[in-house]
């Protein structure tokens, strides 16, 4: 069982910036892809930054060139960097770790922090 807990939400203006951090309950690093997805009011989760066991990252358009994603492996820890953040990237994100094995698939979630871009 993976625990994943975030932290560093809040309330910035636009063109701001937030780190998140997700900590984890072990050393998930080797074995799960840990993301950041995000929420707003009434509409789907939607990805936005992975990191790989490899270290690679992975991001959609929407925040390519504006949020970056890393590790601290000594502290178990995955963070979301956000720069220039637009009114459109309020939302609750959330944290998951995500790995497949023999034909099953171990996903877990944390349970999310509250971001709002607004002036």
């Known amino acids: 069982q993976v625990q994943l807990v975030e932290s560093g939400g809040g309330l910035v203006q636009p063109g701001g910036s937030l780190r998140l951090s997700c900590a984890a309950s072990g050393n998930i690093f080797e074995l799960y892809v840990v993301g950041w997805y995000r929420q707003a009011p009434g509409n789907q989760r939607e990805w936005v930054a992975n990191i790989a066991p490899s270290g690679s990252t992975n991001f959609p358009d929407s925040v390519k060139g504006r949020f970056s994603i890393s590790r601290d492996t000594a502290k178990n820890t995955v963070y979301l960097q956000m720069n220039s953040l637009k009114p459109e990237d309020t939302a609750v994100y959330y944290c998951?770790?995500?790995?497949?094995?023999?034909?099953?698939?171990?996903?877990?979630w944390g349970q999310g922090t509250q971001v709002t871009v607004s002036s």
């Open positions: 998951n770790a995500q790995r497949s094995r023999l034909g099953f698939t171990y996903d877990y």
